[in-house]
């Protein structure tokens, strides 16, 4: 089973890990890449990850949809509302969209990297 772990940390903490990051990368040492997408607090995970937006993803792993407009009607959301979720996620690292071929235009296809969502807490 595949998880998208996210951290939930202290704007502090990331700052210092960005700093210790750019230090590095500023002597000439190698960093491995990494990408972090987190929360600050447990309020900003809850309003990032609205009830909504996990409907979507859950959607999206159960049925399949074929392009968005299919994805709203699934989840009976109002297209637009639907898109700006869509977008926001997919900044977020939480979907990837493909474009797909259909008749003589492309469609966007959400697609749920992951089969669940796990926020690591430190304390």
Known sequence: MKTGTFPLEPFADSMERFRR?????RAGKRVKPQAVAGFTS??????????QRLTLLGAIR???????????????RNLKNVQEDVQI?????LLRITKRPRGT???KVPEVPFEEIALRIAI
């Open 42 to 51: 447990l309020e900003a995970a809850r309003n990032f990850l609205t009830r």
């Open 62 to 76: 159960t049925h399949h949809p074929h392009s968005i407009y299919d994805l709203a009607k699934t989840v009976k």
């Open 21 to 25: 990051t750019f230090e590095a990368v």
């Open 105 to 107: 235009r492309q469609v």
């Open 89 to 93: 996620l997919e900044r977020h690292g």
